[in-house]
């Protein structure tokens, strides 16, 4: 079983920006990149603006991995919440333990599901005020 700590960057519509400065700064390889336009379930009311956003990318720098994303809409992002914690397993069931472990006490930001990028995921801010993304990858 494998579990690692991920930072994931979540900015106003600029991630593709940041993701092409990441390129250039850091030598950021992209591994994945999903637009909301890309991800089931989007509102009809999706501007071709909103769809263009990125709703999840992981990139590669050096012998690490960074997450990024944008708010969708005029969503702001609250103090503290620009950067999170992804957490990463390889197994959905071990994902979903430490997801419903951290929620004890703390609020449900986006409930543990399947999603287009991972098949088990969910977002939770623990006890402490501490954002956790919860990530689940299945190496094929």
Same mark, same amino acid.
């Given at each position: 079983?494998?579990?690692?700590?991920?930072?994931?960057?979540?900015?106003?519509?600029?991630?593709?920006?940041?993701?092409?400065?990441?390129?250039?700064?850091?030598?950021?390889?992209?591994?994945?990149?999903?637009?909301?336009?890309?991800?089931?379930?989007?509102?009809?009311?999706?501007?071709?603006?909103?769809?263009?956003?990125?709703?999840?990318?992981?990139?590669?720098?050096?012998?690490? =991995?960074?997450?990024? @994303?944008?708010?969708? *809409? !005029?969503? $702001?992002?609250?103090? %503290?919440?620009?950067?999170? #914690?992804?957490?990463?397993?390889?197994?959905?069931?071990?994902?979903?333990?430490?997801?419903?472990?951290?929620?004890?006490?703390?609020?449900?930001?986006?409930?543990?599901? =399947?999603?287009?990028? @991972?098949?088990?995921? *969910? !977002?939770? $801010?623990?006890?402490? %005020?501490?954002?956790?993304? #919860?990530?689940?990858?299945?190496?094929?």
């Amino acid at each position: 079983m494998m579990v690692k700590l991920t930072p994931y960057i979540t900015l106003e519509g600029r991630a593709k920006e940041a993701i092409q400065f990441y390129k250039e700064t850091l030598g950021a390889e992209i591994i994945s990149i999903f637009t909301y336009g890309e991800m089931p379930d989007m509102p009809d009311t999706f501007t071709d603006e909103l769809k263009s956003l990125v709703a999840h990318a992981k990139l590669k720098v050096g012998e690490t =991995e960074l997450m990024l @994303s944008d708010t969708p *809409g !005029d969503s $702001t992002i609250e103090n %503290g919440k620009r950067v999170t #914690i992804c957490i990463t397993t390889n197994e959905v069931e071990k994902s979903k333990r430490i997801y419903e472990a951290l929620r004890q006490d703390g609020q449900v930001n986006m409930s543990f599901k =399947e999603e287009p990028f @991972s098949p088990g995921f *969910g !977002d939770v $801010t623990d006890k402490f %005020g501490v954002t956790f993304q #919860i990530y689940t990858e299945i190496e094929e």
